[in-house]
């Protein structure tokens, strides 16, 4: 059995089995029977604001913590999502917030959905200065895999040592499927924007930087991909069993 695909999958099937923990995978959560979530806005503690908003990790060196978060920049234009960068703001939550922008809310486009079409842009105004207290802001491209690295290398460590919230407007991301592998977004996408998603698709730009930089060759990528859906496959075709198991016994035992 390939566990690493028996997961995956098992988490979009929803499976009830040893292989997941279904109330913190997300697909998992229309299959579990009583999900309570209790936000505050008033984040008394920074375990609130991680876990309960953002779903963050913590990690503390030394007492010195920062939260890791993220969130998909269509969710960006709840109101939700505004009080709490504000509130995280005013209380210099020591945190990274990764904003991850396709130009998409499921279908939609940012043009209808976000003002000028570019959060970081219309947040500016958080970010810290002379006159006051607020956030430090990057952007990067998520194609471009060194600036991504430098990018949340210093992140982390203006969060971590100076204590203040820090925003990443991760721009330039793909959907190789589309929302999901039951949607089709060559429906509302243009040509153009296709053949630009598949010239930027983040694993072939790795690719090219690995081979760059002498990591590895071409022929040893293409080896990869190989093993690697296989290994997709057969981690699906498991999960599908485990997931099939649960009410071909039901008919069985009654």
């Not at 203006?158 to 959907?175: C, D, F, L, N, Y």
């Not at 589309?178 to 924007?193: Q, V």
């Not at 093993?227 to 981690?235: L, P, Q, T, V, Y």
Request: contains cysteine; proline residues 2%.
């Amino acid at each position: 059995m390939n566990h690493n695909g028996n997961v995956l999958f098992s988490s979009y099937f929803s499976c009830c089995c040893e292989c997941i923990n279904q109330s913190r995978i997300i697909p998992g959560f229309y299959n579990i029977d009583v999900v309570t979530f209790s936000v505050g806005i008033t984040l008394k503690t920074l375990e609130d604001f991680g876990d309960i908003f953002f779903s963050c990790l913590i990690f503390s060196n030394d007492g010195n913590e920062v939260a890791w978060g993220t969130i998909g920049n269509a969710s960006t234009s709840e109101g939700l999502f505004f009080e709490t960068i504000n509130a995280a703001g005013v209380l210099q939550v020591p945190m990274v917030i990764s904003i991850w922008d396709d130009e998409y809310g499921i279908s939609v486009g940012a043009e209808y959905q976000t003002t000028k079409e570019n959060i970081s842009e219309i947040l500016k105004g958080f970010q810290r200065d002379s006159k006051g207290k607020g956030y430090d802001i990057y952007v990067v491209e998520a194609w471009d895999y060194p600036a991504l690295i430098n990018t949340f290398t210093t992140a982390g460590k203006v969060a971590r040592e100076e204590h203040v919230p820090v925003m990443i407007h991760v721009k330039g991301m793909t959907q190789p499927q589309g929302h999901s592998t039951s949607g089709s977004h060559e429906r509302y996408k243009s040509k153009e924007r296709l053949e630009w998603e598949k010239n930027h698709d983040c694993i072939l730009k790795f690719g090219h930087w690995m081979i760059e930089q002498g990591i590895a060759s071409q022929e040893e990528l293409d080896e990869l991909t190989t093993r690697a859906k296989k290994a997709a496959r057969d981690g699906k075709k498991e999960a599908w069993k485990i997931y099939q198991s649960v009410p071909k016994q039901a008919r069985t035992e009654s």
